[in-house]
């Protein structure tokens, strides 16, 4: 693996895991928005993650003796809405977006489980930081015996 792959594969998570804290940061920020552009409650937003470049088997086989290692980061495949989570009902009849049976609407954004998702999107993060400076290091300490 070149030296310049592992930089962008830590690169590229750590992208990927900042775009998941915005996604999951505008799920939270839209916790009480009952009514959309789009007409109806706010819909809480998934992020998807792929391997950058996906190489077959059979090619990565005939390449492993000249390549022992091949990786290329993560990318973002898709963003999609919660149709499987139901949103939450609240009985208001003075609330313009209620019903004619007085039931509101809210999104189906849970701020416990946006949070723990923020959690592990952090982690995420760090882990993909440190393995940045690891290779950092040891690039410096190669440059540092080729000096001497």
């Known amino acids: 693996m070149a030296l310049f792959q592992a930089f962008n594969i830590s690169a590229s998570g750590m992208t990927a895991e900042r775009f998941r804290t915005d996604i999951i940061a505008e799920n939270i920020a839209n916790v009480n ?24 088997f059979s090619q990565y086989y005939a390449t492993a003796s000249q390549n022992p290692a091949i990786g290329n980061g993560v990318k973002v495949t898709s963003v999609k809405e919660d149709t499987e989570t139901d949103f939450v009902k609240e009985y208001d009849p003075s609330n313009p977006d209620a019903d004619a049976d ?23 993060y760090e882990a993909n930081a440190t393995a940045f400076d690891a290779t950092k290091s040891m690039a410096t300490t190669g440059l540092s015996i080729g000096k001497q």
């Open 33 to 56: 928005t009952t009514s959309t552009e789009s007409g109806g409650p706010y819909r809480r937003k998934i992020v998807n993650f792929a391997e950058r470049k996906v190489t077959p």
């Open 102 to 124: 007085g039931y509101v609407s809210y999104p189906n954004v849970n701020t416990v489980t946006e949070m723990t998702n923020l959690i592990d999107s952090t982690r995420a």
